[in-house]
């Protein structure tokens, strides 16, 4: 990798069905939800480091963390999102364990304005590393992995309006 790789997936709208996609409902009933997407992102861009080291920057929350690439990162504090996303991609063994990496990301939507930003800015880390990692996801493999992620892994409440929404124009 020489050159940064770069990554938006649009926020979006919810119009009329929300919480028709939350369990258990959505598993008895299914749902129904019409959203769209607008022209506010969640941007993830990728660099290479020759150090070794793994950096994480969310520049709109103003934090940044610095971990040894190739190792396992704990997911119960700091950049969560961040570091499931990494960890997932490492597990997979697509990504070189020795790849030192700066992760850089911003949402031009603070958390919980209801725009659906922590599960667009999920889409666009996975979207940065599946181009990394040439892996094979298409878009719906990308939203499910964020769904994944989001609330199976890290346990976020929500339903999956959001990642569907945002993959789909990713």
């Given amino acids: 990798m020489r050159s940064t790789i770069r990554s938006r997936a649009p926020l979006r709208l919810g119009i009329a069905g929300g919480g028709t996609d939350l369990s258990p409902f959505c598993d ?34 103003s934090r940044e963390e610095t971990h040894a690439a190739g190792a396992e990162l704990p997911i119960d504090t700091g950049l969560r999102l961040h570091r499931c996303v990494y960890n997932h991609f490492l597990a997979d063994g697509r ?59 890290l346990s976020l409440a929500g339903g999956k309006q959001d990642q569907y929404a945002a993959a789909s124009a990713a």
């Fill in 95 to 153: 990504l070189d364990p020795a790849q030192g990496l700066t992760v850089t990301t911003t949402v031009d939507s603070p958390p919980g304005s209801g725009l659906g930003s922590s599960s667009a800015l999920v889409v666009a880390i996975c979207e940065a590393f599946r181009f990394l990692c040439n892996a094979p996801l298409g878009l719906y493999d990308l939203a499910h992995l964020a769904y994944e992620i989001e609330r199976i892994r």
């Fill in 28 to 61: 008895e009933h299914g749902g129904a939800i019409l959203n769209c997407t607008i022209d506010r992102y969640a941007y993830a861009f990728i660099a290479p480091r020759s150090d070794g080291q793994l950096v994480f920057r969310a520049r709109d929350i």
